[in-house]
């Protein structure tokens, strides 16, 4: 495959004769759901033939700018720049959206500059643009736990009745839909991805016949197989140390002990929503009625006793591991038996040039627990059923977000709205989710696993991904991120005294109060009543 | 009647003020007066809009700036037409006074108010003061306190970094071979950022699965090689991978020091029979003290400074064993947007930082009179 600067010239014009070729019948056939035109899309570059390039990008783009061409006339935008802030994480995020938006570029005549920032950086950037008002992008892209603080200030652009049809927004899945992506009834965001924590096993453990008869010798209950609730977990994850398996050492959960700007506390809550998100409750984090935290109360503090139990089952540089390292470096380089993480897990596994598991991998919602902590009771419970799931929804997603200060001018207003709209369209959605990209499947139709099977996916392999996704968001008690300003300000400062947790300079209990009462104060620094009031909100309560 | 003639000034203030009549003085004051009018009154109408008692204002503060530079000239012209050449004199210093007043003693004054507030950018309503509220917090702060302690061991690393710098140097200042190459060796990681150390080192060579620093750890018996999970060596990887860095520095200061020490002591020294160790100790150690001084102060400045490595590989861990104050403030200001608090954490280290470093000037200044 031909990489770099001069490789991409080659790609290009090797590309130009192909894409041209596809180009009009695209037009022709833009319309979304056209069978033949997602099969063709889909098969760009091929599950299985390496990562996508910058060209491979540029191809889908131009291929999906059917909608967009059904909305803006050829040199519309010209003179018009736009400036777009978003990731460069595992150089995916912008580095897509550049390849997606350069067709899109050359149709309209808009230009745009591009602000690309490191996951660490992304928060306090926005943060300072927004507090020092110094917005200077005209798009974002942007988590949904931030909403609080961009659509909550008015910074935002509500989206136009046009973009909605062009991005046909019924096709979301049902947890996407409102109130997640809008703000005061007003709808700003267009998804383009559909987050959630899922759980990813590797089935060459739970078929290996000599872990299996290790299982039976020391006794422990049931068969070996993939476990169904933490408590099964946590058991697994000791059984494994010390054992062996293709020659390598064994080990079972990964547990990533490093924060990572505030986004590992969302691995503590995969252990601790099946503990303390009660059916029929939907607060989970804060108490609704006073703001106070609920993460030292005891189901919390057992799942980071969970935590601290399993540690020295895990691998030996676990303690300096952030969540990057669990799934790239550790998972999908062949350490470690089960990890919930996003879905790019399952989307790499198999597409990706840096994963060595391929197909040995299997996926499921994430795992219950067979015992329920009810706050409102303050006692332990057996949950209804046995087990109590509570996939957490981490994240909600990323979506692309139109600031207020493009509407200044309504043909940029038009323009930025277009270009949001070109990369939240339905057809390039299909694309994005099933290759490297960061983003998961968000819409009804990413469901349809004959279309993954034509782009190359292994039948059995893909219905597993895409069931555990299923299942969670459909899930009836999904623990739902409240989208309150300052969200990961809460989560970073928990991250400081989960590493003291885990180091054992603090016990489990006494770490959570910790949290708690830090919480506490910065629910006060940024004002109690008003976040209370966002929290409520932001939970349809 | 008097024959005293009238006074003449013949000094070189005298005769510089020479030749500025009345009405020049006066236009001169004329013009401070006005463009201080300009400035206070920008300054005044930005201050009431942005404080919302006013409704009318600027949309940004860039007019107040402009208004300060029109000060500005306008007193560094004032002081050429009301002094004469007095006043083109003092053009030579004016500029940079005004821009050390921009920029470093306005933002040192707006941040001790900023370190007075309860400033998150999250908060809706914005900033609040609350006195000494920060403060009170700080001190009642563990990890800043941690933080603080560890600072400690860094330090006195720099103790460590300087002996083997020392060793460096006196070895590049002998006659051995290919020296010219291994003086700009040793200085080729001084050129490399940190941050790429942290990931080249710290993220690739010691990662404890595939890194090379790991595997040789292993082939020497360390059966979990893991340099950043235990306090101890988790602190003892960042002081080596800081020592890598810094060591060169310290190594180029002592060299200078060495090269200027006169050859005809050392020649007496050998013809009065002293050893190698004490020609070192009795002639050479005393001579470069000066050097020495200045190289471990400005690495001690440097090393209370220390985040880039700290941030990029250990994040503090385990359990802010690693913790630098400035990553610390780094984390605090960067990922939970606390400015308020952030400020006033750098500000008091700033304090900490000058009190430490005159105390260890004045400590230096004593020990060079000893050996003087």
């Known amino acids: 495959m031909l990489k770099g600067a001069a490789g991409f010239g080659a790609a290009a014009l090797a590309a130009a ?31 299985g033939k390496g990562s996508p390039t910058d060209a491979d990008w540029q191809k889908v783009g131009e291929l999906c700018l059917g909608p967009t ?46 602000i690309d920032l490191a996951q660490a950086d992304y928060n306090p950037r926005l943060q300072q643009a927004i507090a020092t008002k110094t917005v200077d992008f005209d798009i974002i892209e942007m988590g949904a736990p931030f909403e609080g603080d961009v659509c909550g200030k008015g910074l935002a652009s509500p989206m136009p009745e046009w ?71 946590n058991e697994i ?27 590992g506390f969302y691995f503590l809550e995969d252990r601790a929503t099946p503990y303390v998100k009660v059916p029929g409750d939907k607060a989970w984090l804060f108490d609704p009625d006073t703001m106070k935290p609920l993460v030292n109360n005891p189901g919390w503090v057992r799942a980071i006793q969970d935590a601290i139990d399993c540690l020295p089952s895990e691998p030996a540089d676990q303690l300096n591991a952030d969540p990057g390292t669990t799934g790239f470096q550790q998972f999908l380089a062949g350490t470690g038996a089960m990890l919930s993480w996003w879905g790019d897990i399952g989307q790499m596994a198999n597409t990706s040039d840096s994963s060595v598991i391929g197909t040995t991998i299997g996926f499921d ?77 968000h819409r009804n139709s990413h469901f349809q696993i004959d279309e993954w099977v034509n782009a190359g996916y292994d039948k059995a392999y893909i219905s597993g991904y895409l069931g555990s996704l299923d299942k969670s968001y459909n899930h009836p008690n999904s623990a739902i991120e409240p989208r309150i300003p300052g969200i990961f300000q809460y989560y970073s400062v ?14 489990a209990q006494q770490g959570a109060d910790a949290i708690a009462a830090a919480w506490d104060k910065i629910t006060d620094t940024i004002g109690r009543d008003s976040q209370l009031k966002l929290y409520r909100a932001s939970l349809g309560m | 009647m008097s024959d ?36 206070l009154a920008t300054v005044l109408i930005q201050l009431l809009f942005v404080t919302g008692v006013t409704e009318t204002g600027f949309e940004n503060w860039r007019p107040v700036v402009y208004a300060w530079l029109l000060w500005s000239v306008s007193i560094g012209a004032a002081q050429v037409i009301i002094r004469g050449e007095r006043g083109q004199r003092a053009l030579f210093i004016l500029p940079a006074v005004l821009f050390t007043v921009a920029m470093v003693i306005f933002p040192t004054l707006s941040g001790f108010y900023i370190a007075l507030t309860d400033w998150n950018l999250s908060q809706l309503e914005g900033r609040h003061f609350n006195g000494l509220d920060n403060l009170k917090s700080l001190f009642h702060d563990a990890y800043f306190w941690n933080a603080l302690g560890n600072m400690v061991y860094y330090v006195l690393a720099v103790l460590v970094q300087y002996a083997i710098a020392f060793s460096l140097a006196l070895m590049l200042n002998t006659d051995i071979r290919a020296r010219k190459f291994f003086r700009v060796a040793f200085l080729l990681p001084f050129m490399l950022s940190p941050v790429a150390v942290s990931w080249m080192v710290g993220k690739s060579m010691m990662e404890f699965r595939f890194g090379p620093l790991a595997g040789l750890a292993r082939h020497l ?25 810094s060591i060169p520095f310290v190594m180029v200061l002592l060299l200078a020091g060495l090269q200027a020490l006169p050859g005809e002591v050392m020649e007496a020294a050998k013809v009065d029979g002293a050893s190698p160790w004490q020609s070192f100790w009795k002639i050479v150690f005393p001579l470069t003290l000066p050097v020495s001084v200045t190289a471990l102060i400005l690495r001690i400045i440097f090393e209370l400074k220390l985040a880039d490595i700290v941030i990029t590989v250990t994040d503090g861990g385990p359990g802010g064993a690693t913790d630098t104050v400035s990553s610390f403030i780094f984390r605090e200001y960067r990922e939970r947007s606390n400015v308020g608090y952030g400020t006033m954490l750098a500000q008091f280290y700033f304090i900490l930082i000058i009190v430490f470093v005159t105390l260890l000037l004045a400590g230096a200044s004593r020990l060079m009179k000893r050996y003087s």
């Open chain 2, 221 to 245: 018996g360390w059966d979990s090689p893991s340099f950043f999970t235990t306090p101890m060596i988790a602190r003892g990887s960042v002081m080596a991978m800081d020592a890598w860095v």
């Open chain 1, 494 to 507: 928990a991250e400081d005294e989960l590493a003291k947790i885990y180091a054992g300079k603090a016990t």
């Open chain 1, 365 to 441: 919602i994430n795992p219950g627990s067979d015992t329920l902590y009810n706050r409102k009771t303050g006692k332990w419970e057996t949950p209804a059923g046995g087990v109590n799931y509570a996939p957490n929804m981490a994240y909600l997603g990323w979506g692309v977000y139109v600031m207020a200060r493009a509407d200044s001018d309504p043909k940029k207003s038009k323009a930025a709205w277009s270009a949001a709209a070109h990369l939240g369209g339905k057809d390039i959605s299909l694309w994005t989710v099933m290759y490297p990209s960061g983003f998961q499947a």
């Open chain 1, 237 to 263: 994850t000791k059984f494994l140390k010390g054992k062996k398996i293709n020659g390598q050492d064994a080990f079972g959960y990964l547990d990533p002990a490093k924060g990572w700007g505030g986004f």
């Open chain 1, 69 to 114: 061409k059904a909305n803006v006339k050829p040199g519309e935008f010209k003179g018009v720049e736009l400036t777009f802030m978003g990731l460069n994480n595992q150089n995916l995020h912008n580095f897509l959206f550049r390849g997606f938006l350069k067709p899109w570029e050359a149709y309209t005549g808009a230009t745009i500059k591009w």
């Open chain 1, 163 to 233: 973009v909605k049809q062009q991005i046909e927004v019924d096709d979301l899945v049902n947890y996407l839909k409102p109130p997640v992506g809008t703000w005061e009834g007003k709808s700003y965001r267009i998804n383009i991805d559909g987050d959630c924590h899922s759980w990813n096993y590797r089935t060459d453990y739970f078929k290996d016949a000599a872990l299996a008869a290790a299982w039976k010798a020391e006794g422990h209950k049931g068969e070996w197989a993939p476990p169904k609730t933490w408590q099964q977990v």
């Open chain 2, 4 to 39: 005293v003639g009238p006074v003449v000034d013949d000094s070189p203030i005298g005769s510089a003020m020479r030749g500025v009549s009345p009405a020049r003085k006066r236009a001169g004051r004329w013009l401070i007066a006005a463009a201080s009018v300009i400035l």
């Open chain 1, 17 to 47: 004769a192909p894409v041209a070729a596809l180009t009009v019948p695209a037009t022709a056939r833009a319309a979304s759901g056209n069978a033949a035109f997602r099969a063709e899309l889909v098969k760009i570059p091929g599950v």
